[in-house]
């Protein structure tokens, strides 16, 4: 007799995470990354703003590797306060899907996103925050469910549209002191891996 059908880890015969494991994680790696950004402000701070020294200074070899510290400095503790709400929500939820994915999301905004900033910010400017891949995880989750062709995805990429629409729009308008760069670049670079890491339907497991 023989019987289609898919295994609980995909047809790998691995169990998958319970979404309570899934939620637990999520939250774990989230509180971890905004306690860095605070902690590396403080030695920021304490070191007379040494730091400030890894962000990104536009169309220069030598800031490349920046592209990726940039992501986790800030000017000032107010800076990062802005970003630790957004930043933890979303990329909370956006971490639900799958560790392993979420990493793979924010590796790829980050570098698209530093490499844009990198390209197109005036000259003589320093760019630091989080908040480009704050806006990359608004596009990756407002992108991600249409994409990947599932309801409760798409809902709650529609609930965050609707949170943080407005004030994503207004973060992509240049305006005096602001990275609108990083804002838009970030935007892009979520929505692109929303598509580039999207779910494929893995092979069903046949027994006979």
Known sequence: ???????????????????????????????????????????????????????????????????????????????????????????????????????????????ADGLGVWLFSPSGTNTAGASGVVFGLFGYLVVRGFVNRRPLEVLVGLAVAALWGGSMIAGVVPQAGISWQGHFFGLLAGAGAAFLLRRRPGPAALEA
């Open 1 to 111: 007799m023989s019987w289609n059908g898919t295994a609980a880890g995909g047809g790998t015969g691995i169990p998958e995470w319970s979404r309570a494991d899934r939620a637990k994680a999520a939250a774990k790696l989230m509180a971890g990354w905004v306690a860095l950004l605070w902690a590396l402000e403080g030695l920021d701070l304490a070191t007379g703003h040494a730091l400030d020294a890894y962000g990104i200074v536009p169309r220069e070899t030598s800031e490349l590797p920046h592209l990726v510290s940039a992501a986790f400095l800030h000017f000032g503790f107010g800076h990062v306060a802005s970003n630790s709400v957004p930043l933890l929500v979303l990329g909370f939820l956006a971490a639900l899907g799958g560790i392993r994915r979420f990493l793979g999301v924010v590796a790829v905004i980050v570098v």
